[in-house]
Nanobody
Framework: QVQVVESGGGLVQAGGSLRLSCAAS????????MGWYRQAPGKQRELVAS???????WYGDSVKGRFTISRDNAKNMGYLQMNSLKPEDTAVYFC???????????????WGQGTQVTVSS
């Protein structure tokens, strides 16, 4: 089994910062893609940032220059540093991880339960 758990959400004023963490644990042989998504009330879930095990990074246009994604491959951890937060960044933030549990085996995507980020104006 593989578990993905996010942490670090909270309430912050506009212009402030938060750092989200994503911990993948369990039977993990290889962890490739890690992504951060967010879903605001009444809106579809959107990809905010992603990073591969090789370090290839992608950011959504709305967060470029403000958010930084990183990971610690040895610890199966992912991070999202969020600076210059805006009220429109308010959402539940989810992490996912593509995990293979055996050598040469297929990758499956696992999701965390999400962490609430609220930015007040």
């Amino acid at each position: 089994q593989v578990q993905v758990v996010e942490s670090g959400g909270g309430l912050v004023q506009a212009g402030g910062s938060l750092r989200l963490s994503c911990a993948a644990s369990g039977s993990i042989f290889s962890l490739n893609f890690m992504g951060w998504y967010r879903q605001a009330p009444g809106k579809q879930r959107e990809l905010v940032a992603s990073i591969t095990s090789g370090g290839r990074i992608w950011y959504g246009d709305s967060v470029k220059g403000r958010f930084t994604i990183s990971r610690d491959n040895a610890k199966n951890m992912g991070y999202l540093q969020m600076n210059s937060l805006k009220p429109e960044d308010t959402a539940v933030y989810f992490c996912n991880a593509d995990v293979s549990q055996v050598s040469g085996g297929p990758f499956f995507r696992y999701w965390g339960q999400g962490t609430q980020v609220t930015v007040s104006s």
